[in-house]
């Protein structure tokens, strides 16, 4: 997902980060830069972060910022 797939204000996931998180039980569900959004290899400072996914697929937690992503978000 890229930056259109989550809200700004409050860091929270969208309705599409919510079904990919489905596709993602016990895992991750990133947030990239829109220009990697479809690529293969993702250099870590594209991502911006992620969200937790239980295993029933559903995203758990707060938004974890990447520290290495070079960005003033909140």
């Not at 990133?30 to 220009?35: F, G, L, S």
């Not at 995203?59 to 978000?73: A, E, M, Q, R, T």
């Given at each position: 997902?890229?930056l259109k797939g989550f809200k700004m204000d409050?860091?929270?996931?969208?309705?599409?980060?919510?079904?990919?998180?489905?596709?993602?039980?016990?895992?991750?569900?990133?947030?990239?830069?829109?220009?990697?959004?479809?690529?293969?290899?993702?250099?870590?400072?594209?991502?911006?972060?992620?969200?937790?996914?239980?295993?029933?697929?559903?995203?758990?937690?707060?938004?974890?910022?990447?520290?290495?992503?070079?960005?003033?978000?909140?």
């Open positions: 997902m890229g409050f860091l929270s996931p969208s309705n599409e980060a919510q079904k990919e998180a489905k596709n993602h039980p016990n895992g991750y569900v990133y947030v990239i830069e829109d220009k990697y959004k479809g690529k293969e290899n993702i250099p870590p400072e594209a991502i911006i972060g992620a969200w937790k996914v239980d295993k029933n697929g559903l995203i758990i937690g707060k938004f974890i910022k990447n520290p290495s992503y070079p960005s003033s978000l909140p």
